[in-house]
Each structure stands twice: as C-alpha cells, then as structure tokens.
C-alpha cells in the first residue's frame, strides 16, 4: 500500500496566486481529513469529508480556502489568493470511518508551502 | 469544544533513561485520545490509542499510556530511550474515535542525549 499521497511535497509562490495542494487517500478510506501546521498554531483540522461529502469546514480560516473532494480518491484544497501567512505544512489524513477497534487516521507526508 | 495540553514542548533525556511526557485534555463529552509521532520532514504516524477498556495502552516499541479520567489526562512513558526515539510527539483527542477531526497538542519534541 503506497499510503496517503500528497502533491507537491514543496510549493514556493507569490503572493496573490493561486495554489493547489492534492492528495490521493489510501484506497477503501471513507474519511478524508486536511490539517495544517504552523510554529504558532500547531496543527489545525481545516476540513474533512465521509464519503466525499464535506462534513465540518469550520477550521477553514477564510473564503480564500476552499476544498473538494470529486471521487473517492481524490481531493484538492485550494488558496485562491494566496498570502504569506499560509505558508506552512499542509497535511491530508484519511482513514476508515466505523471500524469497531477505532479509527486511525493515516497521515500523508505533508506539502510545505510558502508564500512570498 | 476540546482542547489539549502538551505542558512541555521539550524534554531532553539521556539515552537510556525513563521519560515522561505530559498530556492533559479537557471535554464536554467522552473523548477518544491518540499519541502520534513525527519524525523530521515526514508525516503523522500513530503511536498508541485509548479507546475503551483498560486504561493502560502500550505501543510495539515500548511506549506507553495510561488514561486518567479523573485527572484527564494521557501521559506518554518509556522506561528506556533510544536515539532513535528522537522526534516531536503529539497528544491529540476526538470525540469520535478519530473519525472526526483530531484536536491536537502543541507538540512535545523529545530530544535524546548521548
């Protein structure tokens, strides 16, 4: 099993531009969750879906974000324009959502992104 | 809401020697706590989880928790470290067992000394 994919692993851009991050769950995942860590706030849930279905986005800190999940192995989260105070790592998990011994969350290993 | 609290963000041991790091949470309702580990430039990788049942939760390379209710919290052990062990461990809590989101800690980076 290849795990979660996330790309790029590195995204340096401008302030003002557009950026996509992209993560490939683990195959038979149900739940797909977007984290991002920074120094000051540590690591923050943006988002996360069941069945590609966004269930809780109250962690997007604004409009500029948005996130979407198409199919099953698929999901995209999107800066649109970007500012220097996004740059950190972003992170995707996915797990298995009603396993009777809990569900562990697979972590991805990470887009750092900056912004200039 | 959830919260937690990693009272340490570093702990330097001497190779060999026990180590504690600490985790309290708080919660309205019945929680669900994990310990994760992060290794520089990778990914989240679970250590150990409490679920339910006995309050005591190992690992497969010696670490353990042990759940306290009454004083909520989820402290992370080791009688012995290695050099390897150095890395940044988080305390994180959810209501649903993970399948909703994780409410992390700030993060404990445990640094081992020769």
């Known amino acids: 099993d290849a795990g979660v994919i996330q790309s790029p692993r590195h995204e340096v851009t401008e302030m003002g531009q557009e950026v996509t991050l992209r993560c490939k769950p683990i195959?038979?995942?149900?739940?797909l969750f977007w984290y991002r860590q920074t120094m000051m706030r540590g690591l923050e849930l943006l988002i996360y879906f069941n069945n590609n279905v966004p269930i809780d986005d109250s962690g997007m800190p604004e409009d500029r974000f948005s996130a979407k999940m198409p199919n099953a192995s698929f999901s995209t989260l999107k800066i649109q324009p970007s500012e220097p105070r996004d740059s950190a790592v972003y992170f995707c998990a996915s797990s298995v959502v009603g396993l009777a011994g809990g569900n562990e969350q697979f972590f991805g290993p990470g887009t750092r992104l900056t912004v200039l | 809401a959830q919260s937690v609290t990693q009272l340490d963000s570093q702990v330097p041991v001497f190779e060999e020697a026990p180590v504690e790091l600490r985790c309290n949470y708080s919660?309205?309702?019945?929680?669900?706590l994990f310990w994760y580990v992060q290794y520089p430039n990778q990914g989240l990788q679970l250590l150990l989880k409490y679920l339910s049942g006995s309050t005591l939760v190992e690992s497969i390379n010696g670490f353990e928790a042990e759940f306290n209710k009454s004083q909520t919290s989820f402290h992370l052990r080791k009688p012995s470290v290695h050099i390897s062990d150095t890395a940044e461990y988080f305390c994180a809590v959810s209501s649903g067992g993970g399948a909703d989101g994780l409410t992390f800690g700030k993060g404990t980076h445990l640094i081992i000394q020769p």
């Open positions: 919660s309205s309702v019945s929680v669900y």
């Open positions: 195959s038979g995942h149900n739940s």
